[in-house]
């Protein structure tokens, strides 16, 4: 059912697999930690927008008479400001500066998120590195669709399909959440790290 050996063509081929396999994984970790780091910014943007609304409506502050909260408030601050900052009215004015200031900045954010499409491409990338994966194992094992013909253990086939798998898997992958855009295609030295299957330089550790 295996061949003796394995052809050059097969060889060459499993060397293109697996580095397919290492970029795109790798491109999944970074697209992976930029989409939960966009989120937990939008997280911390939103909850502060929330904290600096309830701060400019809270009577303490929208007091121009002052009371004794006001006063309290007024003494802890006013060391670093002037005696015209202790008026409640400013620190009014100044919050709702900082609340639409915080509210641009969640907008910018969501944009940005739109834009880079962290979150889908994090997936469509992470799919397709299992699938190359999947697929580098079939080959190896000669299961379908990379099964030897019978009696001809010296065929060409399996490595025929390997080799329309995978450029089939290349363009369905460019296709999907705009990755043409992406360092997919980048060319990248032998000793990268971001190799990791030892298919272009060095050797396994025992």
């Given at each position: 059912r295996l061949p003796s050996e394995t052809p050059l063509q097969g060889l060459e081929l499993m060397q293109q697999l697996w580095s397919e396999h290492d970029v795109a994984q790798y491109l999944a970790d970074r697209y992976k930690w930029l989409a939960k780091a966009l989120y937990l910014l939008q997280l911390i943007l939103a909850w502060a927008v929330v904290l600096s609304a309830t701060l400019t409506g809270t009577p303490i502050l929208a007091d121009e008479n002052g009371s004794?909260?006001?006063?309290?408030?007024?003494?802890?601050?006013?060391?670093?400001?002037?005696?015209?900052?202790?008026?409640?009215?400013?620190?009014?004015?100044?919050?709702?500066?900082?609340?639409?200031?915080?509210?641009?900045?969640?907008?910018?954010?969501?944009?940005?998120?739109?834009?880079?499409?962290?979150?889908?491409?994090?997936?469509?990338?992470?799919?397709?590195?299992?699938?190359?994966?999947?697929?580098?194992?079939?080959?190896?094992?000669?299961?379908?669709?990379?099964?030897?013909?019978?009696?001809?253990?010296?065929?060409?086939?399996p490595e025929d399909v390997l080799c329309r798998e995978l450029v089939k898997w290349r363009t369905d992958l460019t296709k999907g959440a705009d990755l043409t855009a992406t360092a997919l295609r980048r060319r990248r030295p032998k000793t990268s790290s971001v190799f990791k299957h030892y298919q272009l330089d060095g050797k396994p550790q025992a």
């Open positions: 004794g909260d006001a006063a309290a408030v007024s003494a802890a601050v006013s060391a670093a400001v002037d005696d015209a900052a202790v008026d409640s009215g400013l620190y009014t004015s100044i919050l709702k500066e900082v609340t639409f200031c915080l509210s641009v900045a969640v907008a910018f954010l969501i944009s940005l998120d739109g834009f880079l499409a962290a979150k889908g491409r994090w997936r469509q990338l992470r799919s397709a590195a299992c699938d190359v994966h999947a697929m580098a194992w079939r080959y190896r094992c000669r299961v379908a669709p990379f099964e030897m013909e019978a009696g001809k253990l010296d065929s060409a086939r």
